[in-house]
């Protein structure tokens, strides 16, 4: 027994879908100049917190700190402190395309190589109006 496809129910679907998603950026657009804006004024006026009749705003300055690993490296091995340099092995995908390429794999090796072999998908949706 196959299953029907209920055609009015994803006409409908695909409907709304494409409706809300238009929607929905109008909002995100409206709601980021919003966030700016008030963010803009309690910075101006040194504002951490702001109640309005009905809302808390509460503005926080975040600081992440990181490091810069080129310069650390730089520096590290400067010291000749390499004990704190890890060595991550790689293959070379050039070195191999070329072994392959040049014949210097032995075959058994090659056919071996396909229980190495991965693949993903993945799915996308894509909704317009259609051109009248």
Avoid at 48 to 54: A, G, H, V
Avoid at 72 to 79: A, P, Q, Y
Avoid at 97 to 110: C, G, H, Q, S, T
């Amino acid at each position: 027994m196959t299953k029907k496809l209920d055609e009015e129910n994803l006409n409908k679907l695909i409907s709304n879908f494409y409706n809300d998603k238009a929607a929905m950026e109008d909002y995100k657009k409206i709601v980021d100049k919003e966030n700016k804006a008030i963010k803009d004024i309690m910075s101006e006026y040194n504002l951490l917190s702001y109640d309005s009749p009905n809302f808390r705003a509460t503005y926080t300055v975040r600081t992440k700190e990181g490091m810069n690993e080129e310069l650390l490296l730089e520096l590290l091995k400067k010291h000749k402190l390499t004990q704190c340099i890890k060595v991550v092995e790689q293959v070379d995908m050039e070195a191999l395309e070329r072994a392959i390429y040049n014949e210097e794999l032995p075959k058994d090796v090659l056919k071996e190589m396909d229980t190495c072999r991965t693949s993903t998908s993945s799915v996308a949706l894509s909704v317009k109006p259609l051109k009248k």
